[in-house]
């Protein structure tokens, strides 16, 4: 489809990509709003800052100081990463935001590489808080190979790093 074709070029061309959805939006049907959330859902994976106000999303996002708690710091291979997020919006006006999260796992190397996962869209009025709760496997599988060790959680708001997290992870 022209979304994925729209996508594996913004993988080496994303100003290319950006700069056509963006002449395309103004006066796009709900068809073609779609092909381009599509087209660049890499792009708000990777957190290009560009790609967030072109999809309606706010900018300069407002919140208070975030809340994070694992329910359990210590998992073992099978197990599920469970979390519970807290965002307070502190804007004196609507914020809408893509809440992803990012498990930088650890390499065979030590090093850790992170894979980003889709959270939520929310929109938050002035004030208003919003709790997300999520329990993600950490299970076999056969595109990942995981490895003992300490990995990071991070929560990432319109792209932007906003808290993180340690856990351990014991694969034997």
């Known amino acids: 489809s ?12 994303p100003a290319l990509v950006i700069e056509l959805c963006s ?50 710091e210590s998992l073992k291979l099978g197990e599920s990463l469970e979390f519970k997020l807290e965002l307070e919006s502190t804007a004196n006006s609507q914020q809408k935001m893509v809440v992803d999260f990012a498990l930088h796992f650890v390499k065979a190397n030590g ?7 889709k959270l939520k869209s929310i929109s938050l009025e002035s004030g208003e808080s919003c709790r997300l709760l999520k329990s993600h496997p950490i299970k076999p599988i056969t595109t990942r190979r995981y490895y003992t060790g300490t990995q990071l959680l991070e929560i990432l708001v319109n792209g932007k790093s906003l808290i993180t997290r340690e856990f351990s992870l014991a694969t034997e």
């Open 23 to 72: 002449r395309w939006y103004p006066d796009a049907s709900p068809d073609l709003h779609w092909v381009i959330k599509h087209a660049t859902r890499s792009l708000v994976k990777a957190g290009y800052p560009e790609v967030f106000p072109l999809l309606g999303y706010s900018d300069n996002i407002q919140l208070a100081a975030p809340s994070l708690e694992l329910t359990n």
């Open 2 to 13: 022209v979304a994925n074709h729209l996508n594996d070029i913004a993988k080496d061309h």
């Open 111 to 117: 090093e850790r590489k992170p894979k980003v996962f």
